[in-house]
């Protein structure tokens, strides 16, 4: 069928065109110079429609394809030069055409700026300028439609923008800050006909004083010019829908969102009321939402994060839910308050309510046991997030910039799972609670002396508060020998209370010394203060509603051990450091080196443990400048890696029903080695985007887990394996585009291997009655594959197509235990307008899930269909929704750590069917 789908394509593709010819040629200037991305367009004589352009390459050299049996005018455009026009006719039997142009220098560049926005894409230095509706295909809803149209854009399945492979950092409206540049939220809210320009940044820096200084050619922002319509007026939608799903349950959509741009200031409003599968905003989202704040002395040598402790709460996905119930809330403002006073910021609410449903087999390494479980989860997640951001401009030399992020959230989850595994079978529920807050502030200083020298300073603090509870009942008295429980109660009730506090303040100082204008000095002072507390203790409710704290254990040695923690812990980085920037012919260096004393303090039981390191961290930027839109880029790196407090403090604490975890208080930082290749090529003269990248991380003295498995149970505590046993770790991805006429032709690989040496212990009993404990380093690797290809249709009157094949293999070697899982997706989207007013979206995917050996086999599919009505310019729209068409009750995934393979099914949203309504204010 596949075979059959392409070759069809392929004559199609041939058929389209040989009823058009090319047309080739160069444009220089007048003393014969090629121009480089100068801009030629192709209009119909009779409508002045745009037909075709293109944009030389470095040798000044343009192709364009033009349909037979029509009269064109060619415009040939350069900023700073004269226009160039000429007239071309193309009969029936026309060959193929070369044409040149020759354009000469003029003092006023006003028409080449006109000409600009006329262009369906313009490249001005880093900035690629695209005109949305030279691209659009007519049946766009959200800004992440128009951006998939777009060469070199992609918008990944969670909807985030990527731009020659790089995630996009920013996104803006006019300017402004949308959501300090949340790119999920802009794809799937900003409609796609407020849409006029986008202006890709690459190269982004918002301080103007910084930009050439350091390295930024990772960075990529989006600024989205509207239609003049939608400026200065509010303009938004109302949506509404209701329905059944196929038990015959009601079922509801509302999503009102309101917008409003001036010079002055802009608004955002965005509502989603729903229990129909749509996650506006998840867990992950939260957590992964930095507010805008930026990575503290990136590349300074360091990695020390404070963890979250979350307790493994699941994360709602709509295809791994059974019942999802969610209401959003986002604003966002931002306003001029003066010439050199911007003031921005905003909230996000979320109340989410989710079910999920699990089945899952999980294989034990060390001691191959098989445990079989399933899972119902009732999960309720309250998010709070509020910015408040002021960027102060007195004149071009200075800059102060402040922003305050807060976070709270009400976490609870209850979940009810049968364990059966050694032939026994185990009931558990569990209650997992949290009201985590966080509070970071950023202080940020630009000051430019003179032309040579620019200072920048940083501060930011944080401030967090943890206070997870953990409550386990089971049938089955959960690790004996440890926690000394009543065992004349029903049933094991045990409960865990911790609390964990954070300071943490970063400040640094930048000192800038530009020798000329192809290399700079950079000098870095600064240092990292972390204060935390961790405070746990265990205790056992008795079926008389009375409690019992359990304050210490035999332990699993024999020696008695404490079950209460009460841990302070404080970590200090201070660093001096200093960077080179030079450019020579094509290539652009950045070593750089950074001198570290580190001085590290835990005190718990008593007793007071202290570290003091001295390291000296060097590491390297090279990059080759083939081309203006072609690079090959190097990066090399020599990180020293510190642990927070989780890691420090020794008395046990819950994970899970059937997982203990202590602390190592004498735990001493990693040290890791990366290497990255990475290469880039935006090719406008054949539309073709490549980027690649290939990067090797060995890691020595790794913080690693210190297992004792007992049949399902296990108890761990982190300690620094032998510099003889690295942890190495391998990846590839490469990424090609090509786009054809009308057609969009995409292929995709990422592989990763990954070797991790763990330290494993058995326990046993041996013929005597005796207990007997084993300990090996065994080593597990991971070998992930990923392959995607597909093609894509932008026809404007025709039916549009996507159509493609995605591949994962995920290949686990545990120990010498050996498993495979294979997951083919063929997919197809369709979208087709008929009968004027009439249009029809559907996609497709169909899951072939199974294992090497056959064991394991799942064959699943979703569709989802929406039909639309709306009459000519009517702001009034209706639609019939269908998702689950096919009623798929579940879907598989596998995962893999370093004591057990994990292969599972979610059960998922029933079938449902929606009248929806929606209204363009």
């Known amino acids: 069928m596949k075979k059959v789908l392409c070759i069809l394509i392929l004559f199609w593709v041939a058929g389209v065109s040989a009823q058009s010819i090319k047309v080739r040629g160069t444009i220089k200037d007048s003393i014969g110079t090629p121009l480089e991305l100068a801009n030629v367009i192709a209009t119909e004589k009779s409508s002045g429609n745009i037909e075709s352009y293109a944009i030389t390459n470095s040798e000044g050299r343009f192709q364009l394809n033009l349909p037979k049996n029509n009269t064109y005018i060619l415009k040939a455009s350069f900023l700073g030069y004269e226009n160039s026009e000429i007239e071309i006719n193309v009969p029936e039997d026309s060959e193929n055409l070369s044409q040149n142009f020759v354009l000469k220098q003029s003092a006023a560049q006003l028409e080449g700026v006109e000409l600009v ?54 996104v803006m409206v006019e300017g402004k800050d949308f959501f300090d540049g949340d790119s999920k939220l802009a794809t799937k809210n900003i409609p796609a006909d407020a849409v006029d320009k986008v202006e890709v940044l690459r190269n982004y820096n918002e301080v103007d004083q910084m930009r050439g200084l350091g390295n930024d050619q990772d960075n990529v922002a989006i600024n989205i010019k509207l239609k003049e319509g939608k400026k200065n007026f509010w303009f938004g939608e109302v949506t509404a829908g209701a329905g059944l799903d196929d038990e015959s349950e009601a079922r509801y959509l509302v999503h009102p969102k309101l917008f409003y741009y001036s010079p002055k200031y802009s608004l955002n409003f965005i509502t989603d009321f729903n229990d129909i599968g749509e996650v506006p905003f998840t867990w992950r989202d939260f957590f992964n939402f930095t507010g805008g704040f930026r990575n503290f002395n990136r590349g300074g040598g360091t990695n020390f994060n404070v963890s979250q402790s979350d307790l493994g709460f699941a994360l709602a996905q709509n295809n791994r839910a059974q019942a999802i119930e969610t209401n959003f809330f986002a604003g966002n403002f931002s306003w001029r308050a003066s010439k050199k006073w911007d003031v921005s910021g905003f909230s996000i609410l979320s109340d989410s309510k989710t079910n999920f449903v699990t089945n899952s087999i999980t294989q034990y390494i060390s001691t191959g046991s098989i445990e079989n479980t399933t899972n119902n989860t009732e999960q309720r997640n309250q998010l709070g997030m509020f910015k408040l951001s002021s960027i102060f401009k007195p004149n071009t ?143 056992q409710l008795l079926d008389d509603n009375s409690s019992v ?55 718990q039981s008593g007793t007071t443990v202290t570290q003091n390191d001295w390291l000296l961290l060097p590491d390297l930027n090279a990059i080759l400048e083939l081309k203006k839109s072609e690079s090959l880029r190097f990066n090399y790196s020599y990180t020293a890696d510190y642990t927070d407090i989780n890691n420090f403090a020794e008395a046990y604490v819950f994970n899970n029903y059937n997982q203990l975890f202590r602390g190592n208080r004498f735990l001493e930082n990693a040290l890791s080695q990366s290497y990255n290749l990475s290469y880039f090529s935006f090719n406008m003269f054949n539309y073709t985007n490549v980027n690649a990248s290939l990067t090797y991380t060995r890691r020595v003295d790794g913080i690693k887990r210190n297992t004792d498995i007992v049949a399902i149970n296990q108890v761990s505590s982190p300690v620094n394996i032998d510099s003889n046993f690295p942890d190495e770790t391998f990846s590839a991805v490469a990424r090609w585009s090509k786009r054809i006429k009308k057609i969009q032709l995409s292929a995709s690989a990422n592989l990763a291997l990954n070797k991790s040496n763990n330290i494993i212990q058995r326990r046993e009993i041996d013929g005597g009655g005796n207990p007997t404990s084993t300990e090996t380093i065994q080593l597990s690797e991971s070998f992930t594959q990923g392959y995607r290809g597909s093609i894509r249709s932008s026809f404007r009157d025709w039916p549009n197509f996507e159509t ?84 798929n009750e579940a879907t598989n995934n596998d995962s893999f750590n370093d004591q057990f393979n994990t292969t599972s099914q979610y059960f998922v949203l029933p079938r449902i069917l929606m009248l929806v309504v929606k209204y363009d204010l």
Do not use: C
Not at 553 to 567: A, F, H, K, Q, R
Not at 816 to 833: H, K, R, S
């Open 117 to 170: 926005y006329e262009m369906p894409v313009v490249v001005r230095g880093d900035t690629i300028v695209y005109n949305a509706d030279s691209f659009n295909r007519g049946d766009e809803k959200k800004l992440g439609d128009v951006m998939k149209n777009l060469p070199g854009v992609e918008v990944n399945d969670e909807g985030e923008i990527e731009v020659e492979g790089k995630a996009v950092q920013k």
């Open 397 to 539: 030399n200075f800059q102060l910039d402040y922003d305050a992020l807060v976070k709270v959230s009400d976490q609870s989850e209850q979940a009810s799972t049968l364990s059966q595994f050694d032939e026994l079978s185990n009931d558990i529920s569990e209650v997992k609670e949290n009201k985590p807050a966080s509070v970071n502030q950023n202080v940020n200083a630009y000051f430019t002396l003179d032309d040579d020298n620019i200072f920048a300073g940083q501060v930011q603090h944080l401030w967090q508060d943890e206070d997870p509870f953990y409550q386990a009942v089971t049938d089955l008295q959960p690790f004996p020998g440890i926690l000394p429980l009543d065992t004349l109660q029903n049933r094991f009730n045990i409960n865990q209370q911790k609390n964990v506090r954070t300071h943490k303040l970063d400040a640094k100082i930048d000192y800038y010394y530009v020798i000329n204008n192809k290399s700079n000095l950079n000098f870095t002072l600064g240092g990292t203060f972390s204060d935390q507390s961790f405070n746990s203790n265990i205790f």
């Open 549 to 603: 704290d359990l304050e210490e254990t035999p332990g699993i040695n024999g020696e008695e051990e404490s079950l209460t923690n009460d841990v302070t812990y404080g970590f200090r980085d201070l660093f001096l450091g200093m960077h080179y920037k030079f450019r020579t012919g094509k290539f652009t260096f950045t070593p750089g080196v950074t001198l570290h004393n580190y001085n590290i303090r835990n005190r």
């Open 804 to 887: 493609g094949y995605r591949l994962t293999i995920n290949q686990y070697d545990n120990g010498g235990l050996e498993q495979t899982f294979y997951t083919q997706t063929p997919f197809v989207n369709v979208d087709i307008n008929f009968l004027k007013h009439f249009s029809l979206s559907a996609n497709w995917d169909f899951y072939f899930y199974r294992d090497a050996n056959n064991t394991v086999e799942n064959d699943y599919s979703f569709m989802n269909a929406t039909l639309y009505y709306q009459k000519g310019e009517s702001p009034w729209e209706f639609s019939l929704q269908a998702t689950n068409i096919l009623n």
